[in-house]
């Protein structure tokens, strides 16, 4: 059989197929139906003429995936099965077997099983690792395997996976499943109410509201929405989710494109839930998007007192388009500024560095804002929270052990050696830390700082200068005191680490419903927020 070719063709000219539609491209019409032509003249060539075998389809999926990666991260081309997973992730239902999954080169991992969910009630476990699916080998899928996984409900899956190990198999019947927006809501103290949103899909505003109304009757005085980790989604229920604490008629986001039809202006369109009751809002690096248009709203408002980490700096909208063959694109068609008229986008994707690499919005030409109280507001860089909180924002070795999944696979070590049955005892001890650096050595955990890179580059230069003789001594007296450092440094991220470490265990024996439980008593973040809200003069004054 002869070989496919596989290899990257970056062909920046075929952007005139996906773009030649609206009315901003007119003037450009002569140029896109010329580089059309070219296109597709190179493409027939290339399918006809090249020395093996190629496939058009695959060749077609790289040009435009190649092509779309110089624009930015958010602007994707969608096959039929990135369409579907895409629906999924908007409207939180989908049928098959209840896990998050990766997916990788040769098998698929799973990351959490859904409690009450076909995979659960299967007795998959996180960390178990399949490597077939039915009669289909997970290394020899060239697709996304985990789609196998999905099917029509009451259809069976069969699924070979290897634990700690030992390879076994299991049916698997597949359910419709519901991906909750808001997977927990629960009352901290007798006053205060907390409350998880995980993404913007379809239900974000009405699985909130549901939420916030129930807290209410529960006696809630006081909230704590949680964004951290939520990666954003629906910008229509950003602003509806924002409705929820503010008046009708107000304006959360603006947004601004080249392209008249999205200049935007959005405004809450229905009656508030409550517009008085005292608000913190916890974000962390992983909060984007939607997410940083709610807390952006809020804090330009002076409706929410913001705690945690400087959230993610991703102020791009997207919207689908709709291609042949069932096929889509997703466009980054404006950026958005919040009430006072800031845009948090963190990374400049149109002026890149030597290296091609996007450059970031430096501190020093963040520009300044008020908010509706006169506070002062900077844009760039995501949202800076009114209360920072240290262990929130991961350090560099610590996003290096997240990384690399080493919080995820002791995790899963853990959990076969140790029995916890109570989670309101269960606390890591000092022992475990020591083992979990152990556990980093025998995994040959390595972290190269950006000094460290630059060092390299330093002494690349010095040799093509041949001046490494003069410097080697003290070149190799930092590369160990850096040496140091690094070995301190797990030390020294002791406490993030093990926040991490312990929430992963618990969500082992406890699921996700248990971490959250878990969160309420011991989580730094929260504690923080619910500090703020008991003292109503110290919450007041962070809003003036």
Excluded at 149 to 167: D, F, H, M, N
Excluded at 196 to 208: D, Q
Excluded at 235 to 257: D, G, H, M, R, Y
Aim: neutral net charge; charged residues 25%; hydrophobic residues 40%.
């Amino acid at each position: 059989m002869k070989k496919l070719l596989t290899k990257k063709i970056i062909l920046p000219v075929f952007i005139g197929v996906l773009f030649i539609t609206g009315s901003a491209f007119k003037s450009d019409f002569f140029e896109i139906a010329k580089q059309i032509e070219i296109f597709t003249t190179l493409f027939k060539e290339v399918n006809m003429n090249y020395v093996d075998e190629t496939n058009p389809a695959e060749l077609m999926d790289t040009a435009i995936k190649s092509m779309l990666q110089n624009l930015d991260p958010y602007t994707n081309y969608y096959n039929e099965q990135d369409v579907e997973a895409s629906r999924i992730n908007n409207t939180g239902d989908y049928t098959g077997i209840g896990a998050n999954v990766l997916t990788l080169k040769d098998k698929l991992v799973i990351i959490e099983p859904y409690k009450g969910f076909p995979a659960e009630k299967a007795g998959l476990k996180a960390g178990d690792e399949i490597i077939k699916v039915d009669n289909t080998v997970v290394a020899d899928f060239k697709d996304d395997a985990g789609n196998l996984l999905q099917g029509t409900a009451g259809t069976s899956v069969t699924v070979t996976y290897i634990r700690q190990g030992k390879t076994e198999t299991v049916a698997i019947q597949r359910e419709a499943v519901e991906i909750h927006a808001v997977p927990h809501y629960s009352m901290i103290d007798d006053k205060t109410g907390y409350v998880v949103l995980r993404k913007f899909n379809e239900k974000a505003s009405t699985e909130t509201i549901n939420a916030v109304r129930a807290l209410k009757s529960q006696g809630a005085k006081q909230l704590i929405l949680d964004l951290r980790g939520n990666l954003g989604g629906l910008l229509n229920e950003a602003v509806n989710v924002t409705n929820i604490f503010i008046p009708q008629n107000q304006l959360v986001v603006t947004t601004k494109s080249k392209v008249d039809k999205y200049n935007k202006t959005y405004y809450t369109q229905k009656a508030p839930i409550d517009t008085e009751i005292p608000l913190v809002v916890l974000i962390d690096g992983q909060s984007a998007s939607a997410s940083e248009i709610v807390a952006g709203a809020l804090q330009d408002l002076d409706r929410a007192v913001i705690v945690g980490a400087r959230s993610f700096g991703k102020g791009l909208v997207q919207r689908p388009k709709a291609l042949v063959y069932g096929t889509q694109i997703k466009i980054t068609i404006s950026r958005y500024y919040t009430p006072s008229g800031r845009c948090i986008q963190a990374l400049d994707y149109w002026n890149r560095d030597e290296a091609g690499k996007a450059t970031r919005v430096e501190k020093e030409n963040y520009n300044a804002f008020k908010t509706k109280r006169g506070r002062t507001v900077f844009d760039g860089g995501g949202v800076q929270p009114d209360l920072e909180v240290g262990i929130t924002k991961l350090s560099p070795i610590t996003r290096a052990i997240v990384n690399e999944n080493l919080i995820f696979d002791y995790a899963t070590k853990y959990y076969y050696s140790h029995k916890v049955t109570d989670l309101n005892t269960f606390e890591l001890k000092d022992s475990d830390f020591n083992a979990f650096k152990t556990f980093l050595k025998s995994n040959n955990f390595t972290f190269e700082t950006e000094t460290e890179k630059a060092f390299d580059e330093a002494l690349k230069v010095a040799k093509e200068e041949a001046l490494n003789g003069v410097i080697d001594k003290e070149f190799t007296t930092l590369i160990k005191t850096l040496d140091t450092y690094k070995t301190d440094a797990i030390d020294a991220n002791k406490a993030q680490l093990m926040n991490l470490l312990s929430e992963e265990i618990v969500k082992r024996y406890f699921y996700r419903e248990g971490m959250y439980a878990y969160f309420v008593i011991h989580n730094t973040e929260i504690k923080k927020g619910s500090e703020i809200l008991k003292n109503p003069s110290t919450y007041l004054n962070y809003l003036q």
